[in-house]
């Protein structure tokens, strides 16, 4: 299985960047996906998740409703929407895969590479 993260970026504060991530294989809408991000000197951290038929999402409390995740399990692709971007949301972001639903990385077995995203102020 691998992860392709792509649509990072520099963007000011208060602006929107859309994050996409594909997934190899024929099994995407058997797991649930999840964002993280990292930044630097930080510990990875859980920033949203979506469950299988997309039916249920779920956030971090310091994205949520600024954040949305969706999938298209026809593209095998996963989605972040970030708006009101905050110069606290630079980090680089990871998509993953896990089989059940969970805000710990260790629950998610495949990660993508990680795209970069710079808030300026």
């Known amino acids: 299985v691998q992860l392709q993260a792509s649509g990072g970026g520099l963007v000011q504060a208060g602006r929107s960047v859309a994050l996409t991530c594909t997934a190899s294989?024929?099994?995407?809408?058997?797991?649930?996906m999840g964002w993280f991000r990292q930044a630097q000197g930080k510990e990875r951290e859980f920033v949203a998740a979506?469950?299988?038929?997309?039916?249920?999402?779920y956030y971090s409390d310091s994205v949520k409703g600024r954040f949305t995740i969706s999938r298209d399990s026809a593209k095998n692709t996963v989605y972040l929407q970030m708006t009101n971007l905050k110069p606290e949301d630079s980090a680089v972001y990871y998509c993953?895969?896990?089989?059940?639903?969970?805000?710990?990385?260790?629950?998610?077995?495949?990660w993508g590479q990680g795209t970069q995203v710079t808030v300026s102020s």
């Open positions: 979506i469950s299988r038929s997309a039916y249920s999402t």
């Open positions: 294989g024929r099994t995407f809408s058997d797991h649930v």
């Open positions: 993953a895969r896990a089989n059940s639903y969970s805000t710990i990385p260790r629950d998610y077995a495949y």
